[in-house]
């Protein structure tokens, strides 16, 4: 059931990316929604007569109503999905030409995700576990904050680069710094201040015990450093999806595998153990955002600096009662933690 998710899901991507690139938000953002509403409703009503197979027909459900929600919104726009074979086509040429260099570079982040694991399950009892559970924490202000600026600015960006607005190009990529970086610092501080505390809350429950939770925290801090890093990283990636060029990213996807790699292997043997990998990971990033960060300066000119860095020191002194509020309300009450 879920192997046929694979389908719809897709094409309710692609029906995404065209809404989008029309400035159409509103609808492919709820549409994830609708996903998340198939699959309660299959498990609510399909539990008794099918088990545990509900939530296969749940996620199979699940991707056929996103892909729905979205035909209206298409149809407006004269778009349709029915296949098309022209295989000459120039333009299909053209994306399967920019198309496997994107799929090369997914591959090495694949593989980089493969090697964590393998890692980990080296390592203590419980490290496999943690690592997940850090991952899905991180992933909150990533999919709140970082997906949501990238998906308005993607546009905006591919639109600058294929009229030749240079001005504009620079303008958007010192927005989308600032924007991310007053969302992510502080989001940042808050899972590195009150990461055992967010852990215990989402997890800390039945079989995952308080000493499951100092064992994910550290994790947590060690994700949370790079935050910035890899959503800034991922921004400049989608700048030279913008300008056509993929083998840029595919070049800093292979650096951040070798840094994190080469790292982990260090660092996990250390006293940081399965935090060590988190830490790698921070580490890779940060690297490979520097590495597209010169690239780009050198392809678009400068971007805004200046501008930049105030905007960050605004996120940080922002952060600042974050660690206020922590310091006095342990000392307050250290009952509480």
Not at 209 to 230: H, R
């Amino acid at each position: 059931w879920e192997f046929n998710y694979i389908l719809p899901v897709s094409l309710g991507a692609l029906a995404m990316a065209v809404l989008n690139s029309h400035g159409r938000f509103a609808v492919s953002a709820l549409s994830p929604l609708v996903f998340s509403l198939g699959i309660i409703l299959c498990i609510v009503f399909l539990r008794a007569p099918l088990g545990p197979v509900s939530m296969g027909v749940g996620v199979f459900a699940g991707g056929v109503l996103q892909l729905a929600v979205q035909m209206p919104s298409l149809a407006r726009l004269r778009y349709t999905i029915a296949p098309a074979f022209r295989f000459s086509d120039p333009a299909f040429r053209t994306t399967l030409a920019l198309w496997l260099p994107f799929v090369a570079s997914a591959s090495v982040f694949t593989l980089n995700q493969f090697v964590a694991q393998r890692f980990a399950s080296g390592l203590e009892d419980g490290s496999v576990s943690a690592l997940q559970n850090a991952v899905t924490v991180m992933n909150l202000p990533i999919g709140i904050f970082t997906a949501s600026v990238m998906t308005v600015l993607f546009p905006k960006l591919s639109a600058h680069a294929a009229r030749g607005e240079a001005d504009g190009l620079r303008g958007t990529v010192a927005y989308g710094f600032e924007f991310l970086l007053a969302l992510l610092v502080p989001s940042s501080a808050a899972l590195a201040l009150y990461g055992r505390e967010i852990i215990a809350a989402a997890f800390q429950r039945g079989r995952f015990t308080e000493a499951d939770t100092l064992v994910t925290f550290p994790v947590l801090a060690g994700y949370a450093a790079g935050l910035a890093a890899l959503s800034l990283y991922q921004f400049l990636q989608r700048l030279f999806y913008s300008l056509k060029d993929y083998r840029t990213p595919l070049a800093s996807a292979v650096l951040v595998a070798v840094v994190d790699i080469g790292l982990s292997l260090w660092l996990k043997e250390t006293r940081l153990r399965v935090a060590g990998l988190a830490v790698a990971n921070s580490a890779a990033f940060a690297a490979g955002f520097v590495f597209l960060a010169v690239l780009a300066r050198r392809r678009i000119g400068s971007f805004g600096s200046v501008r930049i860095l105030v905007g960050a020191g605004k996120a940080v002194a922002a952060s600042l009662p974050l660690a206020g509020l922590l310091a006095a309300s342990r000392t307050l009450w250290p009952d509480l933690w």
